[in-house]
Nanobody, 120 residues
Framework: QVQLVESGGGLVQAGESLRLSCTAS???????VQWYRQTPGKQRELIAT???????NFEDSVKGRFTISRDNAKNTVYLQMNSLKPEDTAVYYC???????????????WGKGTLVTVSS
């Protein structure tokens, strides 16, 4: 069974950077990922999407500050967050399409989230 784990959250000051990781257990490939964030009392918000070899898109509030990449082993996708602002404070979740290789996805999985806190 595939487990998806986010990590890399923490407490930083405004203007600093964090890199979040979304890792699939085993030797599976992450072929697409959506990053969401959620603050108390609000709906989960889609902020970034990445599809291997095809497209990367960002919500306007993070465009130009956040980037997505995948490691060479293909089982970890990173969300690099630069110039962080207090309004970026949230629990960040990844939702990933996982496969045995780049071209045969078999499932869609969620991680349990990682907390990012940006102080002013």
């Amino acid at each position: 069974q595939v487990q998806l784990v986010e990590s890399g959250g923490g407490l930083v000051q405004a203007g600093e950077s964090l890199r979040l990781s979304c890792t699939a257990s085993g030797s599976f490939s992450i072929n697409a990922v959506q990053w969401y964030r959620q603050t108390p009392g609000k709906q989960r918000e889609l902020i970034a999407t990445w599809t291997n070899g095809r497209s990367t898109n960002f919500e306007d509030s993070v465009k130009g500050r956040f980037t997505i990449s995948r490691d060479n082993a293909k089982n970890t996708v990173y969300l690099q967050m630069n110039s962080l602002k207090p309004e970026d404070t949230a629990v960040y979740y990844c939702n990933a399409e996982v496969g045995y290789s780049d071209y045969d996805s078999f499932g869609d999985y969620w991680g349990k989230g990682t907390l990012v806190t940006v102080s002013s």
